[in-house]
């Protein structure tokens, strides 16, 4: 068994087959797409003319050139705002098209019965095949005749308008506006029109607001809410590219900090290679000059034994005087 339609789906449905919402949802999607559009040529303007600006930053300065514009209209009232607008045009096209029926039918009747139209004694039809889908307008009241009995008017009052129901006496009241409007062409029509109008207004009227006001205004804060969001993913991914552009950067520059640290060990090692030779040397020599002395100590000692040798030789008599 297929799932039954929730009430606030068809409450939608409904909504969407109201061509004065559609065309405020379209005038919201249009600003919008107006306002994305605005909001990528500023930051492409101000890209170029501070480049070390981030997106973030455009962002906020974009948010403060609009700003200072006056708030936007609510939905509720931009909604009767175009219902509103969208009535006064039906109205104007009807009555336009009205008009342009009654002058056809008079003139018909001028042509058919001059002396009839002339004296005023039928008045003309209106023909409303020309307006589709409209309510008829009311018939127009025939001029009251007293009655050859009782003298009294009988109005045919219709059922739509306050005073006595059809068929019934009129008061006296009721007898001065019958003959009054009888004894005046113009005001009639006039009549006519204001009650055609009246009508059409009652049709077209609005049976209050819709049945759940509150979740209309939720969906358009959701609407709004949800572009406004999409716009600030972008934003973030446009961030985080950049943000990875300068990951990639300080990569590079690690990098060639890591040679640099390897090119300076290296250095290192040949500086302690070559001190530690030169201390060896140093020591080498050192140890050299010591026994150098060493040596000459031990010549000077043989030097020494030597001449004590040839004197004891001597006194003893092994060996001669030295010549």
């Not at 009747?109 to 002396?115: A, E, F, I, L």
């Not at 009721?174 to 005001?187: F, H, L, R, T």
Request: aromatic fraction near 4%.
């Amino acid at each position: 068994m297929p799932r039954q339609p929730r009430k606030r789906e068809v409450e939608w449905a409904e909504k969407c087959k109201d061509k004065a919402y559609q065309a405020v949802i379209e005038s919201i999607a249009e600003d919008m797409d107006n306002l994305e559009e605005e909001r990528v040529a500023f930051i492409v303007n101000l890209a170029a003319a501070e480049p070390t600006l981030t997106a973030k930053q455009a962002g906020h300065r974009f948010e403060l050139h609009i700003a200072t514009r006056p708030p936007e209209e609510h939905f509720d009232v931009m909604l009767a705002r175009v219902r509103q607008e969208m009535r006064e045009q039906e109205l104007v096209e009807a009555r336009s098209a009205l008009r342009g029926g009654t002058a056809s039918n008079i003139a018909t009747q001028d042509v058919g019965h001059g002396t009839e139209a002339a004296s005023g004694s039928k008045r003309p039809q209106v023909d409303n095949s020309i307006i589709q889908d409209q309510p008829k307008p009311p018939k127009r009241l025939k001029a009251a005749k007293p009655s050859a009995e009782t003298n009294d008017v009988e109005v045919p009052v219709p059922l739509d308008e306050p005073g006595p129901r059809r068929g019934k006496k009129a008061t006296t009241k009721d007898k001065a506006g019958a003959v009054n409007k009888s004894a005046n062409e113009e005001n009639e029509i006039v009549d006519f029109d204001e009650a055609y109008m009246k009508q059409m207004n009652d049709a077209m009227r609005m049976k209050g607001p819709f049945p759940d006001v509150k979740m209309t205004t939720q969906l358009h804060v959701l609407g709004f809410a949800a572009v406004t969001q999409h716009q600030g993913i972008k934003v973030r991914m446009q961030e985080l590219e950049a943000r990875s552009q300068e990951i990639e950067f300080q990569k590079q520059e690690l990098e060639v900090r890591k040679e640099e640290i390897e090119v300076r060990k290296q250095e290192l090692d040949v500086e302690q290679e070559v001190r530690r030779l030169k201390q060896l040397v140093q020591t080498q020599h050192n140890d050299a000059e010591l026994a150098g002395r060493q040596l000459n100590f031990f010549a000077n000692d043989l030097v020494v034994h030597q001449d004590r040798f040839i004197l004891e030789s001597q006194a003893t008599g092994a060996i001669g005087p030295a010549t």
